[in-house]
T-cell receptor, first 113, second 113 residues
């Protein structure tokens, strides 16, 4: 079975500060990992994904994430938060060979001016 | 030129009614999904179709019935609506390649009164 755990349902950072959103996964086989962002009253948008190869993946809007197999983690980071980054962020996992994507419970990012 | 479009965007209806939500994608994807997002933002998969064939059917009341007339369309019909059905319903599609993420529609906010 596959699952993801997002640590912290709410994260607050100051504008210009580092953003760190935590995600740990559980999968019996090497997974595909994703981060999505959801702005208010909108659908989810893919930020970045890890499939194979380089463990540090870069996405849109200056976000990046690092796949760490030994820690079963896929934390999302951004060096400097902007007000426009305020949104809900979801980590997701998909097991190779299966269609189903399992989402974490989400982390709401608040950016303080 | 919307990639995944859902209609209607908002749906307010009384308990006991029957309603449908429509979804269309123009991305050429073979697989489509319905997800339910509750008031706490938790995303739960309901159904998935691959080229008109049902491949994922989670534990969902049988009042919910998906229909896929072709691979570009996936509709969701709900009979005898209950208060607990109030949520945002998202349609999504994906490429058969498992490493690709989903493309989501903007959601249908269903309110049962």
């Amino acid at each position: 079975a596959q699952s993801v755990t997002q640590l912290g349902s709410h994260v607050s950072v100051s504008e210009g500060a580092l953003v760190l959103l935590r995600c740990n996964y559980s999968s019996s086989v090497p997974p595909y990992l994703f981060w999505y962002v959801q702005y208010p009253n909108q659908g989810l948008q893919l930020l970045l994904k890890y499939t194979t190869g380089a463990t540090l993946v870069k996405g849109i809007n200056g976000f990046e994430a690092e796949f760490k197999k030994s820690e079963t983690s896929f934390h999302l980071t951004k060096p400097s938060a902007h007000m426009s980054d305020a949104a809900e962020y979801f980590c997701a996992v998909r097991v190779r060979g299966y269609q189903k994507v399992t989402f974490g419970t989400g982390t709401k990012l608040q950016v303080i001016p | 030129d919307t990639a995944v479009s859902q209609t209607p965007k908002y749906l307010v209806t009384q308990m006991g009614n029957d309603k449908s939500i429509k979804c269309e994608q123009n991305l050429g994807h073979d697989t489509m999904y319905w997800y339910k997002q509750d008031s706490k933002k938790f995303l739960k998969i309901m159904f998935s179709y691959n080229n008109k064939e049902l491949i994922i059917n989670e534990t969902v009341p049988n009042r919910f019935s998906p229909k896929s007339p072709d691979k570009a369309h996936l509709n969701l019909h709900i009979n005898s609506l209950e208060l607990g059905d109030s949520a945002v319903y998202f349609c999504a599609s994906s490429h058969p390649e498992a490493g690709q993420g989903y493309t989501f529609g903007s959601g249908t906010r269903l309110t049962v009164v």
